[in-house]
């Protein structure tokens, strides 16, 4: 069908759709703008001093700092900047004179961050997961290896909810810790379930702690890893010249955040239904949830980037980056494609486990909740949690239905003949939305919790034909602008698979 948008429909058409998409977004964003005042006299929470540089005369300009994951982060950059230094420096003089230590140096830049920085009990918990992994691989048994990550994940869940520890080491590296026990826990599960022979403890250390990737991601399975050569050069110019502009997208990306985060007080809204109600009308608050959704976008773009770009330089097989959200119009293609390595370890080692090709309908469907029940457990057993995870599988599930549907013979024969190839696009695009729209409000309860996601969802479905036909219309707007993006974007790289 994204083939067919761009052909089918006409250029005015084309340019409704658009323009729709254009101006609906820039009004919601002025819309969420003109909130910040209401919302600085209303809150009692404390926001925190923005930059000098915003500042005017007398008037103090606070910025938005209440999403605990950002400042975390900036946290985190702020203590561990030195040793994401010393990692690009060890790696490249280790891959020019000593290739064989490489992975020695990825281990002993990571014990060294880590030894300075973190709690003995801190430490104890990280090298008992990092060595439990590396025994049971010894194995070679799946059913050992899921045991111990179902040990571990109840271990993780009852580090969250110990005051003691939290007394103990802080509430920063308690976040911290709790966020790399988790990563570290896939790439446990990923070497462990390997098919390849075992590597030396050491190859593996390298795989476990490598340090740009340890806290903030992304997943990058063993296989990956394994297919850095390391005997490539990466002391070239050109390729230090690459790892500088992606070092240098990601600090844009983050200071066009901070930035915005001065006027658009989004993450709050996130936590204040409150505020979201204070919006001119149920339509335009459909905005807040959108653009909740893009600052998410954004900071996995950073928070992934920065571990991609240091992966890219060291040779090693990185997933791509997130997609963003605004080009995603069916929800497989969000798991697919915003953090395609968990969508790899999740379809490999559990969904790919439980069925195949030829399995049937009702094995696909059971495999596929199986999996969103690992997301759930994994993510941390929490009702906003299990609600996302339980519309996930529901609208994975109904866009299977809807894609077996519009694959039929008869569907097909029968929709072009009453409304030609055009309108059987313009079909297709208009059922297809109606995934699209819970889909969509479904990723809410995930980055701002079920109060939010509960008070926008109601708002789609609860508020009347009127509210429900103006969502609609401009979400297969959007559905019809994504088709097209994503049409000229395949054409465009078979194009350049064709000249190359």
């Given at each position: 069908?994204?083939t067919?948008a761009?052909?089918?429909?006409?250029?005015?058409?084309?340019?409704?759709?658009f323009?729709?998409?254009?101006?609906?977004?820039?009004?919601?964003?002025?819309?969420?703008?003109?909130?910040?005042?209401r919302?600085?006299?209303s809150?009692?929470?404390?926001?925190?001093?923005?930059?000098?540089?915003?500042?005017r005369?007398n008037?103090?300009?606070?910025?938005d700092?209440?999403?605990?994951?950002?400042?975390?982060?900036?946290?985190?950059?702020?203590?561990?900047?030195?040793?994401?230094?010393?990692?690009?420096l060890?790696?490249?003089v280790t891959?020019?004179?000593?290739?064989?230590l490489?992975?020695?140096?990825?281990?002993a830049?990571?014990?060294?961050?880590?030894?300075?920085?973190?709690?003995?009990?801190?430490?104890?918990m990280?090298?008992?997961?990092?060595?439990?992994?590396?025994?049971?691989?010894?194995r070679?048994?799946?059913?050992?290896?899921?045991?111990?990550?179902g040990?571990?994940?109840v271990?993780?869940?009852?580090?969250?909810?110990?005051?003691?520890?939290?007394?103990?080491?802080g509430?920063?590296?308690?976040?911290?810790?709790?966020?790399?026990l988790?990563?570290?826990?896939?790439?446990g599960?990923?070497?462990?379930?390997?098919?390849?022979?075992?590597?030396?403890f050491?190859?593996?250390?390298?795989?476990?702690?490598?340090?740009p990737c340890?806290?903030?991601?992304?997943?990058i399975?063993y296989?990956?890893?394994?297919?850095?050569?390391?005997d490539?050069?990466?002391?070239?110019?050109?390729?230090?010249?690459?790892f500088?502009?992606?070092?240098l997208?990601?600090?844009f990306?983050?200071l066009m955040?901070?930035?915005?985060?001065?006027?658009?007080y989004?993450?709050?809204?996130a936590?204040?239904v409150?505020v979201?109600?204070?919006?001119?009308?149920?339509?335009?608050?459909?905005?807040a949830?959108?653009?909740?959704g893009?600052f998410?976008?954004v900071y996995?773009?950073?928070?992934?980037?920065?571990?991609?770009?240091?992966a890219?330089?060291?040779g090693i097989?990185?997933?791509?980056?997130?997609?963003c959200?605004?080009?995603i119009?069916?929800?497989?293609?969000?798991?697919?494609?915003?953090?395609?390595?968990?969508?790899?370890?999740l379809?490999?080692?559990?969904?790919?486990?439980?069925?195949?090709?030829?399995?049937?309908?009702?094995?696909?469907?059971?495999?596929?909740?199986?999996?969103?029940?690992?997301?759930?457990?994994?993510h941390?057993?929490?009702?906003?949690?299990?609600i996302?995870?339980v519309?996930?599988f529901l609208?994975?599930?109904?866009?299977?239905?809807?894609?077996?549907?519009v694959?039929?013979?008869?569907?097909e024969q029968?929709?072009?003949?009453?409304?030609?190839?055009?309108?059987?696009?313009?079909?297709?695009?208009l059922?297809?939305?109606?995934?699209?729209?819970?889909?969509?409000?479904?990723n809410?309860?995930?980055?701002?919790?079920?109060e939010?996601?509960?008070?926008?969802?109601?708002?789609?479905y609860?508020?009347?034909?009127?509210?429900?036909?103006?969502?609609?219309?401009?979400?297969y707007?959007f559905?019809?602008?994504?088709?097209?993006?994503?049409?000229?974007?395949?054409?465009?790289?078979k194009?350049?698979?064709?000249?190359?």
């Amino acid at each position: 069908m994204a083939t067919l948008a761009s052909t089918l429909l006409s250029r005015f058409e084309i340019v409704i759709y658009f323009a729709v998409y254009i101006v609906y977004i820039v009004i919601g964003l002025y819309k969420i703008y003109a909130l910040r005042d209401r919302v600085l006299n209303s809150s009692q929470f404390r926001f925190a001093e923005g930059w000098q540089l915003l500042q005017r005369g007398n008037e103090v300009r606070l910025r938005d700092d209440s999403n605990d994951e950002l400042e975390n982060f900036a946290d985190f950059i702020g203590t561990f900047w030195p040793y994401y230094l010393l990692h690009a420096l060890v790696s490249g003089v280790t891959r020019w004179k000593w290739p064989r230590l490489l992975r020695h140096g990825y281990v002993a830049v990571s014990a060294l961050a880590l030894g300075l920085n973190l709690h003995w009990t801190s430490l104890a918990m990280f090298s008992s997961l990092i060595v439990s992994y590396y025994l049971t691989a010894q194995r070679r048994s799946k059913r050992l290896t899921w045991l111990l990550s179902g040990f571990w994940i109840v271990a993780i869940n009852i580090a969250k909810n110990s005051q003691w520890w939290l007394d103990q080491v802080g509430y920063a590296e308690y976040v911290m810790l709790i966020v790399t026990l988790s990563w570290s826990l896939l790439r446990g599960c990923s070497y462990s379930l390997k098919t390849e022979e075992n590597a030396s403890f050491a190859e593996y250390l390298g795989y476990a702690m490598y340090f740009p990737c340890l806290t903030y991601g992304p997943f990058i399975s063993y296989e990956r890893f394994v297919q850095q050569p390391e005997d490539r050069g990466c002391n070239s110019l050109q390729q230090w010249k690459r790892f500088l502009v992606a070092l240098l997208r990601v600090g844009f990306w983050w200071l066009m955040m901070q930035w915005a985060l001065h006027y658009f007080y989004i993450h709050y809204m996130a936590r204040d239904v409150s505020v979201v109600a204070m919006m001119d009308s149920v339509f335009w608050q459909h905005a807040a949830g959108y653009f909740m959704g893009q600052f998410f976008f954004v900071y996995y773009v950073v928070t992934y980037g920065l571990g991609i770009a240091f992966a890219e330089h060291d040779g090693i097989a990185a997933p791509r980056r997130p997609r963003c959200i605004g080009r995603i119009h069916f929800y497989s293609d969000m798991w697919k494609y915003f953090d395609e390595g968990l969508y790899e370890f999740l379809f490999k080692h559990i969904y790919a486990e439980l069925c195949g090709k030829q399995s049937s309908i009702l094995a696909k469907f059971c495999a596929t909740a199986l999996t969103f029940a690992f997301v759930f457990i994994w993510h941390g057993c929490y009702t906003y949690v299990l609600i996302w995870s339980v519309l996930n599988f529901l609208c994975l599930a109904a866009e299977k239905i809807y894609r077996a549907l519009v694959s039929m013979p008869a569907y097909e024969q029968w929709s072009l003949q009453l409304f030609g190839s055009a309108g059987a696009q313009r079909l297709h695009a208009l059922l297809a939305t109606q995934l699209f729209i819970p889909a969509a409000f479904s990723n809410v309860y995930f980055i701002g919790g079920k109060e939010i996601g509960d008070f926008l969802m109601r708002g789609a479905y609860m508020s009347g034909i009127g509210n429900y036909l103006a969502l609609c219309f401009c979400s297969y707007c959007f559905f019809q602008c994504s088709e097209l993006l994503l049409s000229r974007s395949r054409t465009s790289n078979k194009d350049k698979i064709k000249y190359t």
